[in-house]
């Protein structure tokens, strides 16, 4: 399902649970780079980026403050591909 409204991009169901997602694309600068919150105060449960530049994602909480690392120690990096993504998403 889409929800523009609520800056939701899937809503997604695990079974008994559903979850926001929000989708993203990023380039891939350096190790330090951060990601702006610009879902602040909606009902996003996950982000999930992919690297425009790579082949591999960050799945991530959604998180309150302005800014964070990309590379957050809550965040679960993935491979661009549906095995290791699903692995990672079950790992959260």
């Known amino acids: 399902m889409l929800d523009h409204g609520h800056k939701t991009d899937l809503l997604i169901s695990d079974g008994p649970n559903f979850h926001r997602l929000q989708v993203k694309t990023f380039t891939s600068t350096r190790d330090n780079q951060h990601i702006q919150n610009c879902w602040q105060g909606s009902n996003v449960d996950y982000l999930i ?3 425009r530049n790579g082949d591999w994602g960050i799945l991530a909480p959604a998180f309150q403050c302005r800014s964070r690392k ?5 965040h679960r990096k993935f ?3 549906k095995r290791d993504f699903l692995r990672q998403f079950h790992q959260i």
């Open 70 to 74: 990309l590379l957050h120690e809550t």
């Open 79 to 81: 491979k661009s591909m």
């Open 49 to 51: 980026l992919f690297a």
